[in-house]
């Protein structure tokens, strides 16, 4: 039987789409025209033989088989990206500035980032843990080329890597009283995790008070398993000390955010860059879910 090759510029297209649940967007984002993106879809619909994108007339999801090829897509991507740059003769070099958002170093982002210093000896890293809001300002001012980290729902800048539901986080122990303010642990502002407690509390008509203020995560769970407050994590990422608090507590729905990789227009096309948001994204969402 006669083995399928999948198009890069067909994946690519595709990745577009799934990220942003756009035709319309996946077509500006790639810098073509909107027939070519339906024709890039098509294309790689028969070459799989399934469907992999539902689109009506008011939105676009993946099938099963979509959400399936999406980690196929990355994998076959960054294999294509390390070939050509092996065979080009560019072997990544030089200083690259990193940011990761404080509660990913959980993750197995930090082995993503050994395995990557391994395969390439000649790169040296920066790296710079901290809140998603100040990587973002931090990007934004030259002083990062990518970095890992939460961007609010809507917003269409970054690869999206992973989409996780965000969850009040407790203990076993955990009990409200309705009568008083909730009390919150929190990270300083700017924080995604802190305005999306604050709203759906505010929109629920319950009063809160920010118990204690941490400006890592690991003072985030500490102080929550010492039953100072309840905080928010997204869900992957709550660890073992914690619970994640459920309908009995009577608390109001966070919704999701989008965990992501952004990388700064200046020096995107760096070997060295490149070959780091092609390991982000070939790893896919176990990239970034919790160690613990």
């Known amino acids: ?6 198009d890069p510029a067909q994946l690519q297209t595709f990745l577009a789409v799934a990220q942003t649940r756009s035709f319309t967007q996946a077509a500006a ?3 073509i025209r909107q027939p070519t ?3 890039h879809i098509r294309r790689l619909e028969e070459a799989t033989g399934r469907v992999l994108v539902h689109r009506d007339t008011h939105s676009v999801s993946m099938t099963p ?3 399936a090829m999406i980690g196929f897509a990355r994998s076959i991507l960054a294999a294509h ?3 050509a740059n092996y065979f080009n003769g560019e072997r990544p070099h030089g200083r690259l500035r990193i940011g990761m958002s404080d509660d990913l170093a959980l993750t197995r982002l930090p082995q993503i980032l050994r395995d990557f210093r391994r395969d390439h000896p000649l790169v040296d890293l ?16 030259d002083r990062l080329d990518l970095f890992v980290g939460k961007r609010p729902r809507g917003e269409p800048r970054g690869q999206l890597v992973k989409r996780d539901r965000l969850v009040w986080v407790g203990t076993a122990a955990t009990r409200l009283d309705p009568t008083k303010p ?5 990270y300083p502002n700017p924080s995604l995790s802190r305005s999306a407690m604050e709203n759906a509390l505010q929109r629920a008509n319950i009063t809160y008070r920010p118990a204690c203020v941490c400006r890592g995560v690991n003072g985030l769970i500490g102080a929550v398993a010492a039953g100072i407050g309840i905080s928010a994590l997204a869900s992957s990422l709550v660890p073992v000390q914690l619970s994640p608090l459920g309908p009995q507590h009577r608390l109001p729905e966070l919704g999701y955010l989008d965990l992501v990789l952004l990388t700064n227009p200046r020096t995107e096309g760096r070997p060295a860059a490149k070959a780091l948001a092609a390991a982000v994204l070939a790893s896919g969402p176990t990239s970034l879910s919790t160690t613990t």
């Open 182 to 186: 909730l009390p919150l642990v929190v």
């Open 37 to 39: 993106v339906s024709q």
């Open 1 to 6: 039987m006669a083995q399928t090759i999948y």
């Open 65 to 67: 088989d979509g959400e």
């Open 81 to 83: 990206e390390q070939a």
């Open 29 to 31: 984002r790639l810098g």
């Open 126 to 141: 920066d790296l710079s843990i901290d809140q998603s809001g100040s990587l973002h300002r931090r990007l934004e001012n």
